[in-house]
């Protein structure tokens, strides 16, 4: 059968390939993925302790309200609880928000390049897309500010950026969310916070009591290493939060995630460790691409852009034949260029070893 809703220009997820798969197709030891901005030194140990001697009854649903990691994060952060919402990763809190905002006859804002799943989303829902080119890189907010019209729903700005890595500065957000109709969510999304080291880049919750549209959304999948457990949240004001509430799913985390991410939280040591770390790692990169005259983006992220003035996939390909799996650029948007996480200093050493063989 057909589907009545038909949905354009829409593709399926392409999984990359698994690290067992490129191990088995090129005979490999040992593969470093260093492909989807995960942390190269995994979570805090205190969940691993945690993990070690969890006693949870599987068949029971979770918590649907999230209740001990509510408290956690609201504490955290100095927000009221109902001032949360936790999605199964970013990912889900991205569709529940397209969801719950846009139809057929709005349309929604955001930058190109930036994040797939936001226009992912606004094409499930039938939804305009609104693409404005990045400005050197940055969110061209004024460009941006220009496309709002009456039926905008949604406008997205992710900070950093993916995939460059880069930084709008708080200033520009704040003139920014100033202007904005006030019946426009404008999503900030900061999956990368905790790796900023900007010290101009003030803690956006704090623009919420001023602006009950805007949303900031968050992760435990990166610097806290979460991924797999897969709990994203995202903070905005009561009004906003308590009409996405009701449309999410009601067992979006897992029993062991809501417990791992409590446990990840209150290891703020792990984070900045983790913090110093990316920042020596990302000088690797940066020190590789000067000498080698490469172009790349300034990162405030654990991951880097950098150009290889070459076609991508093939430099994509010949990393993944000696064991290192990375993102083309053509996957992002920006051809001729390769997205790298920043991994520890030996596996930066060995795959910056083994582009110099490629490239
Ligand atoms: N937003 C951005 C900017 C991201 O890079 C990612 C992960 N690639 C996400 C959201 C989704 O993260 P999560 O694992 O929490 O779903």
């Known amino acids: 059968m057909k589907f009545k809703k038909q949905i354009k220009g829409l593709n399926a997820y392409q999984p990359g390939k698994t690290m067992d798969e490129v191990k088995r197709i090129f005979n490999l030891d040992k593969v470093i993925k260093l492909a989807s901005n995960e942390n190269p030194y995994g979570a805090s140990p205190k969940v691993k302790a945690y993990l070690e001697s969890a006693d949870v009854n599987y068949a029971l649903y979770p918590d649907g309200y999230a209740t001990k990691l509510r408290t956690a994060v609201a504490k955290h952060l100095k927000v009221s609880e109902n001032q949360l919402l936790f999605g199964n990763g970013s990912d889900d809190n991205i569709l529940i928000v397209s969801r719950a905002i846009l139809q057929p006859g709005l349309n929604t804002v955001m930058a190109s390049v930036t994040f797939g799943q ?36 949604i406008v997205w700005i992710c900070n950093p950026n993916n995939p460059t ?81 009701p449309t999410r799913e009601p067992f979006n985390n897992t029993v062991l995630s809501q417990d791992v991410a409590v446990i990840g939280l209150q290891d703020q040591t792990f984070i900045e460790e983790c913090r ?49 799996i990375v993102r083309s650029g053509n996957a992002l948007g920006v051809p001729g260029y390769l997205r790298i996480t920043i991994g520890t200093e030996q596996e930066n050493t060995e795959l910056l070893q083994k582009l110099d063989e490629v490239l």
């Open 118 to 153: 936001y226009k992912h989303n606004a094409i499930v829902e039938g939804a305009e897309v609104r693409e404005v080119p990045l400005k050197n890189g940055e969110h061209d907010l004024d460009k941006m500010y220009d496309s709002i019209d009456e039926n905008t729903g």
């Open 165 to 245: 890595g880069t930084l709008t500065p708080s200033e520009k957000i704040k003139v920014f969310i100033e202007k904005v109709p006030h019946d426009v969510l404008v999503v900030l999304d900061e999956a990368y916070i905790e790796y900023i080291t900007d010290e101009t880049y003030v803690d956006s919750i704090r623009l919420i009591e001023k602006h009950p549209n805007l949303l900031i959304m968050r992760t435990f999948s990166k610097a806290y290493g979460l991924a797999s457990f897969r709990v994203g949240y995202a903070i905005g004001s009561e009004e906003v939060i308590s009409q996405l509430e």
């Open 276 to 324: 110093a770390k990316n920042n020596a790692g990302k000088k690797q990169y940066e020190t590789y691409c000067t000498e080698r005259k490469l172009d790349f983006y300034p990162s405030h992220t654990n991951f880097i852009l950098m150009e290889v003035k070459t076609d991508s996939d093939a430099v994509f390909q010949g990393l993944m034949k000696r064991g290192f």
